[in-house]
């Protein structure tokens, strides 16, 4: 339970970001505002709000969680998982994006290959992120329910109360300049809890020797490359393929949440360097995530849920004050992370659907409004599904399967939309349905395919692979695009070196 | 610079300035907290990332008033 003075910070801490993201109401005055933040934003700001966005609650609590069970292989989803995507991301599909001003991801596929493409892939990033968002209320919920022993459904609630006032009234500038300060509050919490962690233990050496003799199933635990029959679910074949390959750069290129960010900047060399500066500072991120669930293997053997090594970790370890902190850097994730899905959703909705199919030609003031209310639909929705992520044994498992249904299909039909020319519409529709239906078929019968326990990894690779493969045999056989309307969409050299400002 | 340019810039820094306030109280307050603290080692803990928050956010402030200050000029 926390202090009195940790009570204080954690409740100091909430207050001001609901004031925070109030105050910049102020600047919503258009649809453009409130889903681009008017396209003026610096890259440093949008490169904080990546990383704090992506990382959230999730990492703090599933990745400590993965650390405790299996290692320090998880960290490869900071590492290999994130830096090279993104930086492929900056120099090659952001100008597109940027330069087409573009509000969606679905949007470019819908001007590459056709509406229904757009549609599903946008109709799919929805269902997936009402989804998510209940697993991020109930691993807010887990940790408000250890540490301040408040139920779980008035955790969920008054979280959601927060997030959803601020994000409804101050759109992606709320989102992204409360991400700034979630930022430096959770890397200066995360690095306090590591150093007092370490000193905890007697040092990294001591945590090595410590761990190395409690038994055969921590053999591996400082084996960031596993191997191929491993039971933990990050063999190498897995992280090459599915993760590196596919998976992150999915993520990175293909994630609403994370390309709106970059679409916000207030010109195109801003746009890239969100992405770039994004990527150096990830790589400090498994430091701030891992370590402690690596220590927690010291600190509290034993623990039934792996999940509980972090929540565990900052009860016994750190300082009144700090105990604030770090939970404060926590709620900040998981507020972060919360914020851009509803952003996001909301863009993805009234851009994609609502406005193609609901209604056209509406002036930009109906527009916003639908965006705002759609967050607050959301807010419902998440609060209602949240139960569901207790099912799953890890919370950043569950994320990851939910995300191997689509990711690995997405990912095919926008790289081929770009490097290739002969990709036909009807190439992209049929790779995105078959990819999706094979990675749920798989997902559903996997003890027949896979031996791992979670072969989220490899169902993206191979769903990925499929797609790619029926996109490029239906391409061939249909009639292709015309250079006309290809312009603007398809790779050229030139975009590595120019920058345009609109 | 056009005045599109300065306003953009002001309200930048405006942006800035209210992050900076939040940053420096969030700092002041864990200062605070070194109080409650038992152990040396807590006390610094607690020491080095309430003058971290109150330095990065008293940054923020200071260099955001500044630029305001000149872009106003500037207008004028």
Same mark, same amino acid.
């Given at each position: 339970?926390? %202090?009195?003075?940790?009570?204080f ?5 909430i207050?001001?970001m ?7 109401k102020?600047y ?5 505002d409130y889903?681009l $933040?008017?396209k003026s934003?610096?890259?440093w700001?949008i ?11 999730? &990492?703090f ?8 069970r ?5 960290? /490869?989803?900071d590492?290999?998982g994130?830096?090279? %995507? ?8 952001? +100008?597109y ?8 991801? !679905?949007?470019?596929l819908?001007?590459?290959?056709n509406q229904k ?5 946008s109709v799919t990033?929805i269902l997936?992120f *009402?989804l ?6 109930w691993a807010?919920?887990?940790l408000?329910n ?9 955790s969920?609630i008054?979280?959601a109360g ?11 500038? *709320?989102?992204?300049m ?18 007092l962690s370490l000193?905890?233990? $007697?040092?990294w ?10 038994g055969?199933?921590y053999r591996n635990?400082f084996?960031i ?5 491993t039971?933990?679910?990050f ?6 393929f599915?993760?590196?390959f596919?998976? *992150?750069? %999915?993520?990175?290129?293909?994630n609403?949440s994370?390309v ?5 900047a ?5 746009a ?8 150096a500072l990830?790589?400090f991120? !498994? ?11 010291v600190?509290?053997p034993?623990?039934? &849920?792996? &999940?509980? %090594?972090?929540?565990m970790?900052?009860k ?10 770090m939970f404060a850097?926590f709620?900040a994730?998981?507020?972060?992370s919360?914020?851009?899905l509803? /952003?996001?959703t *909301?863009?993805?909705?009234?851009? &994609?659907i609502y406005e +193609?199919?609901?209604k056209?030609?509406a002036d930009d003031?109906h ?9 607050l ?9 949240s139960?569901?992520s207790?099912?799953?044994p ?7 399967t ?12 926008l ?12 190439g ?5 349905v ?5 990675a749920?078929y798989?997902?559903?019968f996997k003890?027949?395919?896979?031996t791992?326990?979670?072969p989220?990894?490899y169902i993206?690779?191979?769903?990925f692979?499929?797609s ?15 250079d006309?309307q ?5 790779f050229?050299?030139?975009i590595?070196?120019?920058n345009?400002?609109? | 610079?056009?005045p ?6 002001i309200?930048s820094a405006?942006?800035?300035n209210?992050l ?11 200062l605070?907290?070194m109080i409650?603290?038992?152990?040396f080692i807590q006390h ?7 003058l971290l ?9 200071w ?10 000029a500037?207008?004028?």
């Amino acid at each position: 339970m926390l %202090a009195g003075i940790d009570y204080f910070i954690v409740i100091a801490y909430i207050i001001g970001m609901l004031l925070l993201g109030l105050y910049f109401k102020k600047y919503v005055n258009s649809s453009e505002d409130y889903f681009l $933040g008017g396209k003026s934003l610096p890259f440093w700001a949008i490169g904080m709000s990546i990383v704090v966005s992506d990382i959230g609650a999730l &990492d703090f609590v599933g990745v400590s969680g993965q650390a405790y069970r299996y290692g320090v292989s998880v960290g /490869n989803f900071d590492w290999v998982g994130s830096v090279p %995507a993104m930086l492929l991301a900056a120099f090659i599909f952001i +100008p597109y994006f940027w330069r087409g001003g573009m509000y969606t991801i !679905p949007e470019y596929l819908g001007r590459r290959y056709n509406q229904k493409v757009r549609t599903i892939a946008s109709v799919t990033w929805i269902l997936f992120f *009402a989804l998510d968002l209940g697993v991020l209320f109930w691993a807010s919920a887990v940790l408000l329910n250890v540490l301040m022993g408040w139920p779980i459904w008035i955790s969920i609630i008054s979280t959601a109360g927060v997030v959803g006032l601020y994000t409804y009234f101050g759109g992606i500038t *709320a989102v992204i300049m409360t991400d700034v300060v979630q930022f430096i509050i959770m890397f200066i919490g995360g690095f306090a809890l590591v150093f007092l962690s370490l000193y905890e233990v $007697g040092g990294w050496d001591n945590m090595v020797e410590k761990i190395s003799t409690m038994g055969p199933e921590y053999r591996n635990h400082f084996d960031i490359i596993q191997p191929q029959d491993t039971k933990s679910p990050f063999p190498w074949t897995g992280i090459l393929f599915g993760l590196t390959f596919v998976m *992150a750069n %999915a993520y990175m290129i293909g994630n609403q949440s994370i390309v709106q960010r970059c679409l916000t900047a207030k010109n195109e060399w801003h746009a890239k360097a969100s992405m770039i500066f994004g990527s150096a500072l990830k790589m400090f991120i !498994p430091i701030l995530v891992l370590f402690p669930g690596l220590m927690a293997v010291v600190v509290h053997p034993g623990l039934l &849920d792996g &999940d509980q %090594a972090l929540p565990m970790m900052i009860k016994s370890i750190l300082p009144p004050g700090l105990v604030g902190l770090m939970f404060a850097a926590f709620f900040a994730g998981l507020m972060s992370s919360v914020d851009s899905l509803l /952003n996001s959703t *909301a863009t993805l909705f009234t851009k &994609d659907i609502y406005e +193609p199919f609901i209604k056209k030609g509406a002036d930009d003031k109906h527009y916003l409004k639908v965006g705002q209310i759609t967050t607050l639909v959301l807010l419902v929705v998440g609060v209602a599904t949240s139960p569901i992520s207790s099912d799953f044994p890890g919370i950043y498992v569950a994320i990851q399967t939910f995300m191997s249904y689509f990711q690995g299909p997405i990912f095919a039909i926008l790289l081929l939309g770009i490097f290739w020319r002969r990709t036909t519409e009807w190439g992209g529709l049929s790779a995105l349905v078959i990819g999706i239906g094979f990675a749920i078929y798989l997902n559903v019968f996997k003890e027949q395919f896979f031996t791992i326990e979670d072969p989220f990894l490899y169902i993206s690779w191979w769903s990925f692979l499929l797609s790619f493969i029926i996109n490029m045999t239906v391409s061939l056989l249909t009639k292709k695009h015309s250079d006309e309307q290809l312009q603007g969409l398809v790779f050229s050299s030139k975009i590595l070196v120019k920058n345009k400002t609109v | 610079m056009k005045p599109n340019e300065i306003d953009a810039g002001i309200k930048s820094a405006q942006i800035n300035n209210a992050l900076g306030v939040f940053i420096f109280i969030f700092g002041v307050i864990v200062l605070f907290a070194m109080i409650f603290t038992d152990t040396f080692i807590q006390h610094m803990t607690d020491m080095v990332a309430g003058l971290l928050l109150i330095a990065i956010g008293g940054g923020m402030i200071w260099r955001s008033r500044n630029i305001i200050k000149k872009l106003k000029a500037n207008k004028e």
